[in-house]
């Protein structure tokens, strides 16, 4: 195993979601030194490639989690901003890596799990997952591509396949929101009318998993924090690298625990019309509940990263201890 004394000075950009929050206070209570990389700064902006390679100059760990939300609704704007911001980001990255005397020795970027098909027969790993179709995954091969585009030699690059992220502040919340008010039973794929456009542009979600069996890959947000320093420490580790807990459930017993964990006995379920029509109400899409995201961690496993949070209940439960204080 090759192992690296893990550094002192940290860049992370994109960091005003839950995530870069949270990474940015976990490394802060570590005692090192961050920095941050967003539209307004505060320590470089966006555009400003000039700054932002005076800030990667010496660095020793880069964390690159910029990009615009998908949730959203996916229209035309929204699209070509999801690219964009992806794109140009990672881009500029990798020109101010370029220009500095002393590159990061380590680059984490975003990516995410949906890169891999709708899967309910087998998991997803790294050599063994099939790459998906549509919208989403275009988006995640495009990123994916950029962030490996240059020859950065001295800048090992690991690509995080990230699962979703359970914390406070994720895309947990509103599904607890709906199973305190009795509406947290699963949400039930089922057959909706398309559109060319939506057909053409790879965004509409096509009907297969029955009675809310679709899968849910997870991870908690500590563990994106202990993956990245597990990361920092192997060196012989690089390329593409699944985020996600070992064991995934489906929607179905998702939504079970959470009612369990909430001590709420009723949980109605959402069929896809419910769905479509919600997801519109609240600019959204359904391709985010209904798609079957069954992606596991090969490479970690292999590697002998241990997870703070393998099981979903424990998991859960933090997050809503966490948000009751």
Not at 49 to 71: F, M
Not at 263 to 276: F, Q
Request: proline share 4%; glycine share 8%; hydrophobic share 40%.
């Amino acid at each position: 195993m090759n192992t690296r004394i893990v550094s002192q000075r940290v860049v992370i950009a994109g960091a005003s979601g839950f995530i870069g929050q949270y990474l940015a206070r976990a490394f802060r209570a570590e005692g090192r030194k961050v920095s941050l990389i967003g539209r307004s700064g505060p320590d470089a902006a966006w555009g400003d490639t000039t700054a932002i390679t005076r800030l990667l100059d010496g660095a020793d760990l880069l964390v690159n989690l910029a990009g615009k939300s998908v949730n959203c609704r996916y229209n035309p704007a929204n699209r070509a901003e999801i690219l964009r911001s992806r794109i140009e980001t990672t881009r500029e990255l990798s020109t101010a890596i370029r220009a500095c005397a002393v590159p990061p020795a380590l680059w984490v970027n975003s990516s995410t799990a949906t890169i891999y098909r709708h899967a309910e027969d087998r998991p997803m790993t790294e050599d063994g997952g099939e790459i998906g179709t549509g919208f989403s995954v275009d988006i995640a091969q495009s990123w994916e591509r950029e962030f490996f585009a240059d020859e950065l030699p001295g800048t090992r690059r690991v690509a995080l396949r990230m699962a979703i992220v359970l914390g406070n502040g994720s895309a947990l919340i509103p599904l607890l929101r709906l199973a305190r008010f009795g509406l947290g039973g699963p949400q039930l794929d089922g057959r909706w009318f398309s559109t060319q456009a939506r057909r053409a542009a790879g965004t509409f979600h096509k009907f297969r998993s029955r009675g809310g069996r679709q899968k849910f890959s997870w991870i908690h947000v500590a563990d994106v924090h202990g993956i990245i320093r597990f990361l920092e420490e192997r060196s012989d580790l690089h390329g593409v690298v699944n985020a996600a807990a070992p064991n995934p459930v489906d929607n179905r017993t998702l939504m079970s625990i959470l009612r369990r964990v909430l001590g709420v006995r009723i949980g109605l379920p959402a069929p896809r019309w419910m769905l479509e029509i919600g997801s519109a109400l609240i600019r959204t899409e359904t391709e985010l509940v209904l798609k079957s995201r069954w992606v596991v961690p090969e490479r970690l496993l292999a590697a002998g990263y241990s997870f703070e949070f393998e099981e979903l209940v424990p998991a859960l439960r933090q997050v809503i201890q966490e948000r009751s204080h």
